[in-house]
């Protein structure tokens, strides 16, 4: 690794309420090179979210306080930006796609219209040039018969149709950083598989940085280049894709990996699938030591103890877990239980 | 299980009610003391006097007194128990009428397309317009009031039971209640009925609200309760004539008519969070 | 594809809405499944593809414009209402969404009691124990029985719908995408608790869910839909293996696997399903097909037995075996 990482968190910290003191994302770190993928996973009340909307800096003034040793994105160091700068750099450095892109969609006003403001808010061109890029983008985007969906209003667009409305919104400025936020949850499996092989397609092509917000594995194997798996607003491992899956090093990830019912063609399916114990907590009821610890099957009396620190694992692979050797390999996990 | 939880981090204390819903709930609490005291302590007001004739606020009457030598004070505060009769009364019969129509209307759709065609048709009518005439047909008196002054709050009330109902009926525990073989009475008085009376308690106070306003534009009007029996609205009307001279007999009368109202409106908007079913898991949560 | 002992045979269900603009919407159409006592059939498809509206129409919800549907030998589709009170204590649902399916102003305990009293099952102390054996069978505690559903977690909410669908012992329980809405570390559980009560009050299950790795998990067979029809049915472990149906092969390919090794190569099955108002001719399937040819777009292909066990509407299900014609 030469010089500074293309974006680079440190000590993360997020709390909303009185004084902070809710703290759904606690101490996280993480970096990206430009051009990779990184996948924030996690469930609902994890924190991925949030700590995304951090990097944005979209949360409501006032409501969040946001802490952290380092967020420097391009160079740029994002705790110094005041309100005006960071709203430049949304849409031309970092742009975020959403789940509902309903939402994030004025439902009066044309397609065509909505592109072309987004692009005239951070460039200067004639409203001739303006059109021609927002027919370029939806081109790109694959939107079938671009010039007529021009003139649509969002409504009349399927969902699959409405995200790569989305898509061509974030990147119609050419941003460095993308951050996705479970884009694909919402779309049917056909329609997810288009939109994450367009992802993939643009990133090739333009060298996006994206950040991918998700919860389910299956997408994850399909995109990441690196993964953070998030639980209970901490990170608890970050490594390379292939090292997650096939090593993970954490109780949680082992466990999510043994917990999902999967289908590989040609293998029997496995037997009684293993259960993660438990609810997720809350984060007033946060264990004491590792927030995992009370569903861990692999959690020892140090465990409870006190919160593990990081761990290298292998060569950019770590895990916050004091048993990281415990899970072993899971890719002949199949062979295995059904054997 | 070992949990850590800071002071601030422990359960949230149960909100505290706002200055404004104290105030509201205090005021309303004076107002319905002096309806049930007021008459039994102070009579009606109905002595005349015509030495005493519209004189400003004194240590004697503090309120003043009208054209005709009342007491404004005696007349307004026994004129709260007219008033407060009207407001709950047009509420109850309002909701019991309205709120069942619009539960039925809103469940089953042949009603619906009856009961909203009349509700329509009702609704076109000026409310103040159909009570004048209703009163002029029956003749004055507190239940001719409150008949005049509900007949136009039915449909508005029917209304929103029925889109209220509509949208729980579309709700999956409703399916889940019809495929465990719960009967439709039962859904209706278990299922949908508890899930609406929030709305409908919500509602209930603004037609409180209402009908006193009504009740008091009726009286103004001169067709609302009989002069010989204070209520706040025929005090102020009694004022109507005098009020360069003596500001006072409406003056009073109408502040205690706006706190009331508002007072009511303020207690009706908190009902209303509190039954939205959004704050409500927010609550939770 | 049926017999006497079948616990469901829904025979050429058809269920047409009309929209608000007199467009009529082909939610169902000539669909025929069966289901055998203990065996679980899996539903599958993307949203839109009718799979929800056949699910009501078996739970006696919603009734067919035509077709039967035969529960336990008798047609749910031409009941009067009081049969179908009675007929509704054999079916019953788990739903999508625990914390919409449960009265927020019910406890639990009154939720899983509600079934009891309608059907008049036991004495009310019976109702009572019963409620509280059927809790603690899906894992709750007897003191979460005071406790109304937002008191609860998403998992444990699907618990409780879990207990109230299997409180009067039902036959068959349609389960709408039971675990779609729980967090990923609380599906095993919930799954593993529907396969243990499956097996244990040997339940026929219609399991209704786009997810096909619980599907390969949790299904004897499977039937595939689309647009309304049933595209592709036999063996789970057969169809997912060797699909018939190129509609199937583009579902397969397009499911996320959680192996970084085996990421996807190919461009995936393009375009959006057609609306189900205007249904393309022939096989709807056609639109978006690297296999179609000419008479795809004339004739509907009828779902025809391909192998034992096995249907496909294909009209070139014959040539599916050989693979390559699918790498267009």
């Known amino acids: 690794m030469t010089g500074e990482p293309f974006l680079s968190i440190r000590n993360l910290t ?20 430009a051009g990779k993928t990184l996948c924030l996973v996690g469930e609902s009340g994890s924190g991925k979210s949030v700590t995304a909307t951090s990097i944005m800096g979209l949360h409501k003034p006032g409501s969040a306080h946001v802490e952290a040793a380092t967020m420097r994105l391009d160079g740029i160091n994002l705790l110094e930006c005041d309100e005006r700068e960071m709203s430049r750099l949304r849409g031309s450095l970092m742009a975020m796609i959403f789940q509902d892109p309903m939402s994030s969609l004025n439902p009066a006003l044309t397609i065509g219209f909505q592109l072309r403001e987004a692009l005239l808010l951070h460039e200067k061109m004639s409203t001739r040039a303006a059109n021609a890029r927002v027919m370029e983008v939806l081109q790109r985007v694959r939107i079938p018969d671009a010039a007529r969906r021009m003139s649509a209003y969002p409504h009349q667009l399927s969902g699959g149709m409405r995200q790569r409305i989305m898509i061509a919104m974030a990147l119609i400025c050419r941003p460095r950083l993308l951050i996705a936020d479970e884009p694909t949850t919402a779309l049917d499996v056909t329609v997810q598989a288009q939109i994450l092989w367009l992802l993939s397609e643009l990133q090739r092509e333009f060298g996006t940085a994206i950040i991918f917000i998700t919860h389910d594995l299956g997408v994850v194997a399909e995109i990441a280049d690196d993964v953070a798996v998030m639980y209970a607003g901490s990170l608890v491992e970050r490594g390379p894709v292939h090292a997650i899956f096939e090593n993970p090093a954490h109780g949680y990830t082992a466990g999510l990996l043994r917990a999902t019912a999967e289908f590989v063609p040609g293998e029997p399916s496995r037997g009684r699938l293993e259960e993660i114990p438990g609810n997720v907590p809350s984060f007033s009821m946060l264990p004491q030591g590792c927030s995992f610890v009370e569903r861990c099957r692999f959690a020892v009396d140090s465990c409870h103890r006190r919160t593990p620190d990081w761990r290298d694992v292998t060569f950019g692979h770590a895990s916050r877990c004091d048993q990281p050797v415990a899970y072993g390999p899971t890719a002949n996990l199949t062979v295995e239980v059904s054997a | 299980m070992t949990t850590v939880s800071s002071p601030a981090l422990s359960k949230p204390k149960p909100a505290r009610p706002g200055v404004a819903v104290s105030l509201s709930l205090l005021a309303l609490a004076v107002v319905i003391l002096m309806a049930i005291f007021g008459p039994l302590v102070f009579g009606l007001g109905n002595d005349l006097n015509p030495m005493m004739r519209l004189k400003p606020p004194s240590a004697i009457a503090w309120f003043g007194t009208d054209n005709l030598g009342r007491d404004v004070f005696v007349r307004t505060v026994s004129g709260a128990r007219n008033s407060v009769t009207v407001g709950l009364c047009t509420a109850i019969v309002v909701l019991a009428i309205g709120g069942t129509l619009g539960v039925v209307a809103g469940y089953f759709n042949w009603v619906d397309r009856i009961v909203m065609r009349l509700a329509d048709g009702l609704m076109a009518i000026p409310g103040i317009l159909l009570a004048i005439a209703l009163v002029s047909v029956l003749g004055g008196g507190l239940v001719t009031v409150i008949i005049a002054i509900s007949v136009p709050e039915i449909p508005r009330t029917a209304r929103l039971m029925r889109s209220v109902v509509l949208s729980i009926r579309e709700l999956p525990f409703i399916t889940a209640a019809i495929s465990v073989g719960s009967s439709t009475p039962k859904i209706l008085l278990r299922h949908i009925v508890p899930n609406a009376i929030g709305m409908l308690s919500v509602q209930a106070t603004y037609v409180c609200a209402a009908a006193i306003l009504s009740e008091a534009a009726l009286s103004f009007l001169g067709v609302g309760t009989p002069p010989d029996v204070p209520s706040w609205g025929n005090v102020i009307a009694s004022g109507k004539e005098y009020f360069r001279l003596a500001p006072w007999i409406i003056a009073f009368p109408g502040l205690l008519l706006s706190i009331m109202v508002l007072s009511i409106n303020i207690l009706g908007d908190r009902l209303r969070d509190r039954f939205d079913p959004r704050l409500a898991a927010r609550r939770a949560s | 594809m049926s017999d006497n002992t079948d616990v469901l045979v829904a025979d050429k269900l058809v269920r047409h809405f009309k929209t608000g603009k007199g467009q009529t919407v082909h939610a169902v159409n000539d669909v025929s499944l069966s289901i055998a006592p203990g065996e679980t059939l899996a539903l599958v498809g993307e949203s839109g593809c009718g799979k929800s509206t056949l699910g009501r129409m078996i739970m006696g919800l919603d009734r067919p414009d035509s077709g039967a549907v035969h529960l336990l030998g008798r047609d749910l589709a031409r009941m009067g209402n009081r049969d179908l009170h009675t007929a509704r204590r054999s079916v019953q649902m788990i739903f999508q969404d625990p914390s919409a399916s449960l009265d ?30 059927l809790l603690s069978k899906v894992g709750l505690r007897p003191d979460q029985a005071k406790r109304y559903p937002h008191e609860l977690s998403g998992g444990q909410r699907q618990r409780l719908g879990i207990a109230r669908a299997l409180a009067t012992r039902p036959r068959l329980v349609v389960a709408d995408e039971p675990v779609s809405a729980l967090d990923v570390s609380i599906r095993a559980q919930v799954i593993n608790l529907l396969c243990d009560l499956r097996d244990e009050m040997k339940l026929s299950l219609l399991f209704i869910s786009h997810d096909i790795g619980v599907v390969s998990h949790i299904s004897n067979r499977i039937a595939v839909m689309y647009l309304g029809r049933i595209v592709e049915a036999g063996e789970t472990a057969a169809v997912l293996n060797a699909p018939q149906h190129p509609y199937t092969v583009g579902l397969l390919e397009s499911v996320p696997r959680p192996r970084p090794a085996d990421r996807r190569q190919r461009a995936p099955l393009e375009g959006d399903p057609p609306s189900p108002i205007n249904l393309p001719s022939g096989c709807a399937f056609r639109t978006r097909c690297p296999m179609a040819v000419d008479v795809c777009a004339n004739v509907v292909p009828p779902l025809r037995p391909t192998a034992p066990g096995r249907f496909s509407a294909c009209h070139r299900a014959d040539d599916m075996t050989k693979k390559e014609l699918l790498n267009v």
Do not use: Y
């Open chain 1, 14 to 33: 997020v709390g909303f309420g009185a004084g902070g003191a809710i703290r759904a994302v606690r101490d996280v770190s993480f970096d990206l090179e």
């Open chain 3, 104 to 133: 927020p102003r019910w406890t639990a305990e009154a939720i899983v009691r509600e079934p009891l009293d309608n059907f008049r099952i036991g004495t009310s102390a019976e109702r009572r124990d019963h409620v509280l054996q």
